[in-house]
């Protein structure tokens, strides 16, 4: 089989969510799910109609996955052992170092100064 590339990925829903373009339009792709080495249940794939060796990948992301940290999930094919994809859901404390988080920080200091810096010019006018 060759080698599968990845297009399209998505996490909607709870829903990941991805296309699969394979060279070689024979055959099922035989691809898995792992968080921790655990097999995740529920992946599917499925040909879509009218573009061939095009395959819809989807995977219901279980809520055991969901935590505070950093959680990984590896999509596998099992044909070449290739990782085809690299879910990583971010929560809880890990954020707060986040320079997202430190972004949004400053433009909301930012907001506040602003206004502050506006009700002088108009009290001192």
């Avoid at 099922?28 to 097999?39: K, N, S």
């Avoid at 395959?55 to 290739?82: C, F, M, Q, Y």
């Avoid at 859901?89 to 986040?98: I, K, R, S, T």
């Amino acid at each position: 089989m060759a080698e599968p590339h990845l297009t399209n990925a998505r996490i909607r829903e709870g829903v990941w969510e991805a296309q699969v373009a394979l060279d070689d339009a024979n055959g099922l792709p035989d691809f898995g799910a792992y968080h921790l080495e655990a097999a995740l249940p529920d992946l599917s794939v499925a040909p879509i109609d009218g573009a061939p060796g095009q395959w819809s990948v989807r995977l219901p992301i279980p809520a055991s996955v969901i935590g505070d940290g950093v959680n990984t999930i590896l999509v596998k094919d099992h044909g070449s052992g290739e990782t085809l994809a690299n879910i990583a859901l971010v929560a809880g404390e890990p954020l707060a170092e986040d320079i997202r988080a430190e972004v949004d920080l400053l433009r909301a200091e930012l907001d506040m100064l602003k206004r502050a810096f506006r009700r002088h010019c108009l009290e001192s006018s």
